[in-house]
Every structure is written in structure tokens, then in C-alpha cells.
């Protein structure tokens, strides 16, 4: 079974960026899709962008197009969400999850439901 | 943005109790929908996909119906490790969107 375990908590200033790491153990996930959803304090869950690691297929949220990167090592089946320009209101849990599957129509990647969790990494941004 | 509406944000009620919570979608997803539980500090878990479908584990109390813009979570009789929040989200568009969620709470 398929675990997702993510890197630890970070604290960051106003302006610079968190990576934060998703590594499958258990399985391997390069075939599937992995999302970032994060979830600020005492709020719902948003849909941050998601990423193929086979394909390295990248989609994002047109929310935080172009301060949000995911990229995915499949040899070290890990996945990685960069966010810059943090600002307070990143202040968030972020989650990655695995898809259960993925199919390709009218030129675009479409992820189904999210099957499994990382454990969630608290990003704080305070100056 | 596909957008997601559920209702009602708070839910009281007691074990034993038999609860619907109730995801309305902007535009017709056909059957691309799935419901999550979260428990405080936890992950969220899958509770069910494709609008109906059980994901493997889950408890048979929980059902779930609906097809294009209106879908329904129920649990038939609630057990204590059930009071917890309860989202939907769609995955008919390529910008996967949640509901802001249910909070099920003892009564």
C-alpha cells in the first residue's frame, strides 16, 4: 500500500519561496498524477496544480499561475511543490494526493479523485 | 471555474441519526464528483468517487447519489467516529474545485 510522506514544517518571510517534497513509499507513483491542495487556517481545501511524473505533465490553478512549480523525480519517486512570492495568505497546510487515475481527452489531462494523502506540511509566512 | 455550493455548512445531529448533505456544481459534471471526510489535524480521506461509488474500506452507512448538478452524501446511521467535515469536489474540469465544506457536529 501506498504511502505519501511529505517534508517538514517550514516558516518563511514575506517574498521568498518553500519547496516542500512528496515521496512515495510502498509503491511508486510515476504513473499516476499527484496534486497539491493546501488548506489555510480554519478554511476548505483548494486545488493548487498537479503533475504526471511520467510525462512530467504539469497542470495549475489559474489562481497561482506562475509563483506555484511542481515538478517529480520518478527515479526517486518524489514530487515537489515550489511556491514564491509567499505572502501571509499562504500561510496553509499543504497536501499532496495521488489520483486514482488519469485519462487524456481533447488535448488535456484529466485527474479522478484523489485516493491517498501525504501526511500534510504547515508552511507559516510571517516576517 | 466549475463553482460548488454545499449545504448546510453546519450540521448537528446525533449517533444513530440518519444525515444528508447536499453539493449543487455550476454546470452539469455528469457523475465526476467525490466526497471526502477530514478530521481535525488529519488529511482529508476518500470516501467516495463517480458520485456513487464506495472507495474500498469505507463503511456501507455512507451512499452517495446525484448526476449533473446536484449530488447527496447520506449517512444512514451515524457512529462517533463519523462527526468529522465533509467536502465534494469535481473533477469534470481540468481546474479541480472543492465545496467549503460540511461540519457534521454532535448534537
Known amino acids: 500500500q501506498v504511502q505519501l510522506v511529505q517534508s517538514g514544517a517550514e516558516v518563511k518571510k514575506p517574498g521568498s519561496s518553500v519547496k516542500v517534497s512528496c515521496k512515495a513509499s510502498?509503491?511508486?507513483?510515476?504513473?499516476?498524477?499527484i496534486s497539491w491542495v493546501r488548506q489555510a487556517p480554519g478554511q476548505g481545501l483548494e486545488w493548487m496544480g498537479g503533475?504526471?511524473?511520467?510525462?512530467?505533465?504539469?497542470n495549475y490553478a489559474q489562481q497561482l499561475q506562475g509563483r506555484v512549480t511542481i515538478t517529480a523525480d520518478v527515479l526517486a519517486n518524489t514530487a515537489n511543490m515550489e511556491l514564491s512570492s509567499l505572502r501571509s495568505e499562504d500561510t496553509a497546510v499543504y497536501y499532496c494526493?495521488?489520483?486514482?487515475?488519469?485519462?487524456?481527452?481533447?488535448?488535456?489531462?484529466?485527474?479522478?479523485?484523489?485516493?491517498?494523502w501525504g501526511q500534510g506540511t504547515t508552511v507559516t509566512v510571517s516576517s | 471555474v466549475i463553482w460548488m455550493t454545499q449545504s448546510p455548512s453546519l450540521l448537528s445531529a446525533s449517533t444513530g441519526d440518519r444525515v444528508t448533505i447536499s453539493c449543487r456544481v455550476s454546470?452539469?459534471?455528469?457523475?465526476?464528483l467525490a466526497w471526502y471526510q477530514q478530521k481535525p489535524g488529519k488529511a482529508p480521506d476518500l470516501l467516495i468517487y463517480?458520485?456513487?461509488t464506495l472507495q474500498g474500506g469505507v463503511p456501507s452507512r455512507f451512499s452517495g447519489s446525484g448526476s449533473g448538478t446536484d449530488f447527496t452524501l447520506t449517512i444512514s446511521r451515524l457512529q462517533s467516529e463519523d462527526f468529522a467535515t465533509y467536502y465534494c469536489?469535481?473533477?469534470?474540469?481540468?481546474?479541480?474545485?472543492f465545496g467549503q465544506g460540511t461540519k457534521l457536529e454532535i448534537k
Open positions: 494526493a495521488r489520483h486514482s487515475h488519469w485519462n487524456y481527452r481533447f488535448n488535456y489531462y484529466y485527474f479522478h479523485s484523489m485516493d491517498v
Open positions: 503533475i504526471i511524473p511520467v510525462f512530467g505533465t504539469t
Open positions: 454546470q452539469d459534471i455528469s457523475s465526476s
Open positions: 469536489q469535481q473533477y469534470y474540469n481540468v481546474t479541480y474545485t
Open positions: 463517480g458520485a456513487s
Open positions: 510502498g509503491g511508486t507513483f510515476s504513473s499516476y498524477a
